[in-house]
């Protein structure tokens, strides 16, 4: 990479990341920060840390015009090498008790996000024949119960995720997936208390034996966002500790 005009290296060097502010979005902005990024995060929370590589823009990803106006204005003098789509929620709820507007809340989170994103960076991606786009999908994403809205959405990410890797190589664009399993963020925690019967039943159901890390699926992010990556593209890489492995928990 130091061989290419500065200009270029800037653009590999640039990463928008959405939901960095906490979990594991705050560990793939750290990851990429450690890596000599340069991070714009978008958040509807700040950014708890001191780092001079980052920067927070606040958006809440539930009003889609909004972001799109607020990424009209990033991108018109900023070129993002490197998109992670990360920001997501979850609604637990059955079939029975899901209703129509889980599916089209998560959508906009979980899905329009990441289009939206992936759309700002892309002419900037295309004049420099140069990107990596990550999505965060889900070990949801191959079923479990009472996730409805949340696995189609996180299923949806594959999908787009596996079209755009199709439609984007000519440009030099790589797009992949990563789908954690159970990780131990502070969210987690508090829905999942050490001592609760439930948190030992995912824990013992794990074929690893523990509960995954942010950095853990950080790693795997980072690494798909590396120039180093570029022969990798339409992939869904499971950090899951092998929970992908069957119907466990």
């Not at 479990?144 to 439609?167: C, D, F, H, S, V």
């Not at 039943?201 to 966002?225: H, N, Q, T, W």
Request: charge should be neutral.
């Amino acid at each position: 990479m130091s061989d290419l005009p500065p200009q270029e290296t800037e653009h590999r060097k640039t990463a928008l990341v959405t939901g960095g502010s906490a979990g594991i979005g705050r560990a793939i902005v750290e990851g990429l920060a450690a890596e000599g990024y340069r991070v714009l995060n978008l958040d509807r929370d700040a950014w708890p840390n001191a780092l001079p590589s980052v920067t927070t823009h606040r958006v809440d990803f539930a009003e889609p015009e909004a972001v799109e106006a607020a990424l009209r204005k990033l991108t018109t003098d900023r070129s993002f090498g490197v998109v992670v789509a990360n920001v997501g929620q979850c609604i637990n709820a059955s079939l029975a008790e899901t209703r129509w507007q889980d599916m089209r809340h998560l959508a906009d989170v979980n899905l329009n996000s990441a289009i939206l994103v992936a759309r700002a960076a892309l002419p900037a991606m295309r004049r420099h024949g140069y990107g990596r786009i990550v999505g965060l999908a889900s070990r949801a994403a191959l079923g479990k119960p009472n996730r409805t809205a949340y696995a189609a959405t996180k299923a949806g990410m594959i999908g787009l995720i596996r079209t755009w890797a199709q439609e984007l190589a000519p440009d030099g664009i790589t797009c992949n997936a990563v789908a954690p399993g159970p990780i131990e963020t502070e969210l987690f925690r508090a829905n999942n208390p050490a001592e609760a019967p439930q948190t030992r039943k995912i824990v013992d159901s794990i074929p690893l034996g523990r509960l995954g890390s942010p950095e853990d699926v950080a790693r795997a992010a980072v690494f798909f966002a590396a120039p180093e990556a570029g022969f990798v593209t339409g992939q869904t890489l499971f950090v899951c500790g092998g929970a992908s492995l069957g119907s466990l928990f």
